[in-house]
């Protein structure tokens, strides 16, 4: 059974900073491109950031600069380093893992980041 479990949201004052952790089961992470998705409220779910198996990566416009993206293959984990938070970052983080060939795509049941002072 495939799982992805998210970790690490919470509650932080604007400017501040959170890691997000996923951790994958029943995969092997490192044949998966990794990447994070967020879903503010009331709005469509976005594409945050991404990591492909060989360690590229690729940021949306809005995170550019401030969220870093990294993996562990050893681990099994994929982790999202935000700082420089803002208000309109709040929203639900969820975890995606899309097998290389494109045969598997799976996601997290996210979890909530809430920007506010």
């Known amino acids: 059974q495939v799982q992805l479990v998210e970790s690490g949201g919470g509650l932080v004052q604007p400017g501040g900073s959170l890691r997000l952790s996923c951790a994958a089961s029943g995969i092997i992470a490192s044949i998966y491109n990794m990447a994070w998705y967020r879903q503010g409220p009331g709005k469509e779910r976005e594409f945050v950031a991404r990591?492909?198996?060989?360690?590229?990566?690729n940021y949306a416009d809005s995170v550019k600069g401030r969220f870093t993206i990294s993996r562990d293959n050893t681990k099994n984990t994929v982790s999202l380093q935000m700082n420089t938070l803002k208000p309109e970052d709040t929203a639900v983080y969820y975890c995606?893992?899309?097998?290389?060939?494109?045969?598997?795509?799976?996601w997290g049941k996210g979890t909530l980041v809430t920007v506010s002072s």
């Open positions: 990591i492909t198996t060989t360690g590229m990566t």
């Open positions: 995606n893992a899309v097998q290389r060939s494109g045969a598997f795509n799976y």
